[in-house]
């Protein structure tokens, strides 16, 4: 058995529910009153899948515009990016393509991209298609997601494809920054979510 | 320059013409609206709304270009409007570069009050955009709209207002630390010095629970000012989500370097323990270090129990009137000159009430604005008002107003008032940080 320990970024607009996914997966709660992040939040969190321990340093960043200048500091270095937007509000779903420019532009090593549909609660007043996203997703080789963080559903998903993403990016030469050690003693004080490698690759329909 | 009544100068009528605009307006004519005892108002000097404390700017626009208009007219006579009387309003002006702040207010305040608290709304925003990206961006773009980089921070604004107008502490210039053993108090500064000493670039380490110092530990040779500090536990109040994880958060401090930002961790002790620490750096990169740190400093503290203590006080207020026990005495704020920590206990009845406290605190500020702004240096000031007597005596050492019952007599207040002094001075150790240390 060995260990990958590997850097996810979440970003996107402000209000999507960045905060709410994280928390909901790695907290097992939800809120409606959370207030917005300031700068980021930091979470770990350890995945299983097969013989690998995947450990997660995820990055919570803050929506607001105000900290777009400090996004470099989060997602230099890091091996996967959630891209989450809320599928009420198109104008979230274009602040990721600008996301996904910034980060061809500026991170060198190969990442894993995770497009999330966050919101799924409000499908009556949804305002971006699945097809749309998932085409979108193809055209940039992300897979796509669709979540609801209030009715936690859709989002061990969005993790695992993280974890086993990063396992198929730490047998690529070209990736530096992934650390793998062996395995050797149970880190305390951190959840570990127990997986089997999805067979399946079409994206999990959501409720 | 200063107006007394605005539509007697020349040809400006400005009283009337403010008041067709303001019809004009259907937020400006809700009667709730007009009668908030206080507006705050920030727009650019391109006459740009920025931020409104009650109604959505979009809605005021009219107003706002009144009041830029205002500014626009004396400034080109090469003046500068400072203050409007009229009627039992006032509206003071504070132009900083291409931002203006204007509040209107109906509670007799003094200007130099309204001043400093526009100041502090000024110096939020400059925390968080720092001075040099607010420079820039108008030296860019003359009419930025500023409302797109403080998105979300207007909580900020909204919550630094109440406590300029709720807390002692903004009155005073001063911080309340949290009650503690001088013992337990140093066994925590040493967990986090013995800790941290070694981390280069960690300019500030501060402990803070209920709004209140725990301690506070600096790089040599910087300090943190007072009103930096309220900047920072205002910060911590306003954002709940500081519970949820660790964060790593620029701040910029304003009084200590106002082009840049520092990097803080920002973190709870513990889920049982609500006290947040803050590890303020210069150092983009330190995060993990200080994480480790952290993690260290509350094992540290777990292990010699000052965690038990810190959550102790904290759901257990340790100081009333009632422990001060001096029957004539209501209330009183006190604060050390030397380390600008003061002592304020909650109001006991009949101060409670919300009307009733922020009418104390506005006796309190009427009491300290005639000790400090005055030319004459006075030392001793006895006042009585309509409820209550008060009393401000400043020494070398201290600043100390007591709020007494009213048909007290000059000599039997003196003599409280020397009582209440022995209390403080025994209890001194327990209130105040005595000095503060450094890494």
């Known amino acids: ?207 | 320059m200063i107006m007394e009544n605005v539509n007697n100068s020349s040809g400006m009528n400005t009283e009337s013409n403010t008041h067709d605009v303001l019809d004009s307006d259907q937020i400006t004519n809700d009667e709730s609206w007009k009668n908030k005892s206080r507006h705050i108002f920030i727009f650019s000097s391109a006459g740009k709304p920025v931020y409104s404390r009650y109604g959505c700017e979009d809605e005021l626009v009219t107003l706002f270009g009144v009041m830029q208009a205002l500014v626009s007219f004396v400034q080109d006579n090469d003046d500068a409007i400072e203050a409007i009387f009229f009627g039992n309003k006032l509206l003071v002006f504070l132009i900083k570069g291409p931002i203006i702040l204007v509040a209107v207010s109906r509670n007799k305040e003094s200007v130099k009050f309204l001043v400093k608290q526009l100041m502090y709304v000024y110096n939020q925003v400059v925390s968080v955009l720092t001075l040099t990206r607010v420079t820039r961006i108008f030296e860019q773009r003359l009419n930025y709209d500023l409302r797109r980089l403080l998105a979300g921070s207007e909580r900020l604004i909204d919550h630094l207002l109440t406590f300029t107008e709720n807390q002692p502490e903004f009155l005073l210039d001063g911080i309340s630390c949290l009650p503690l053993s001088s013992a337990v108090r140093e066994s925590i500064s040493q967990a986090i010095i013995s800790t941290c000493s070694k981390i280069k670039n960690l300019v500030f380490a501060i402990l803070i629970a209920n709004d209140k110092l725990i301690t506070l530990i600096h790089m040599k040779k910087y300090v943190i000012k007072p009103s930096d500090l309220h900047l920072i536990i205002n910060m911590v109040s306003s954002f709940e989500s500081f519970k949820t994880a660790e964060s790593w958060t620029p701040i910029c401090l304003p009084n200590f370097d106002s082009s840049g930002y520092l990097h803080g961790h920002v973190s709870y002790l513990t889920e049982e323990c609500q006290a947040c620490l803050l590890l303020l750096t210069v150092d983009a990169d330190l995060f993990h270090e200080l994480s480790e740190a952290k993690k260290k400093i509350t094992e540290k503290l777990q292990r010699n129990q000052s965690i038990n203590v810190i959550s102790n006080v904290i759901s257990n207020p340790v100081l009333t009137m009632n422990n001060v026990n001096i029957s004539t005495v209501r209330h009183f704020l006190y604060k050390c000159k030397k380390s600008s920590h003061i002592l304020a206990p909650p109001m006991p009845p009949p101060y409670d009430t919300p009307e009733n406290s922020i009418e104390l605190l506005q006796h309190y500020q009427i009491l300290h604005s005639a000790m400090k702004d005055g030319s004459s240096n006075l030392r001793l000031i006895f006042q009585q008002f309509k409820t209550e007597v008060m009393l401000g005596y400043v020494t070398e050492k201290f600043e100390l107003y007591v709020t007494l019952d009213p048909l007290i007599s000059k000599a039997s207040s003196t003599d409280a008032v020397d009582k209440l002094i022995r209390w403080i001075q025994k209890e001194e150790d327990k209130f105040f940080i005595p000095h503060v240390p450094n890494f």
Request: some cysteine; glycine content about 6%.
């Open chain 1, 1 to 207: 058995m060995k260990t990958i320990e590997g850097k996810v970024v979440v970003l996107g607009a402000q209000g999507v529910g960045k905060t709410s996914l994280v928390v909901r997966y790695i907290g097992k709660m939800f809120s409606h009153h959370i207030s917005p992040t300031i700068g980021a939040s930091f979470f770990t969190c350890n995945i299983n899948v097969d013989d690998t321990r995947v450990r997660l340093q995820v990055w919570d960043t803050a929506g607001q515009e105000r900290f777009r200048s400090m996004a470099p500091m989060y997602y230099r270095n890091a091996n996967a990016a959630l891209l989450v937007f809320d599928i009420t509000q198109p104008t979230s779903f274009a602040s990721i393509k600008s996301w996904v420019k910034e980060l061809q532009r500026n991170v060198e090593e190969p990442l894993v991209l995770c497009v999330v549909g966050n919101k799924t609660d409000l499908e009556s007043q949804r305002k971006v298609t699945r097809e749309e996203a998932e085409q979108y997703a193809i055209s940039i080789a992300a897979t796509y997601f669709e979540s609801s963080a209030l009715n936690d559903c859709g989002i061990e998903d969005v993790f695992l494809c993280c974890a086993s993403g990063m396992i198929t990016l730490s047998q690529d030469k070209l990736v530096k920054t992934l650390r793998v050690t062996p395995l050797n003693q149970e880190r305390e004080g951190s959840r570990t979510h127990l997986h089997q490698v999805p067979t399946n690759e079409k994206p999990p329909l959501c409720c």
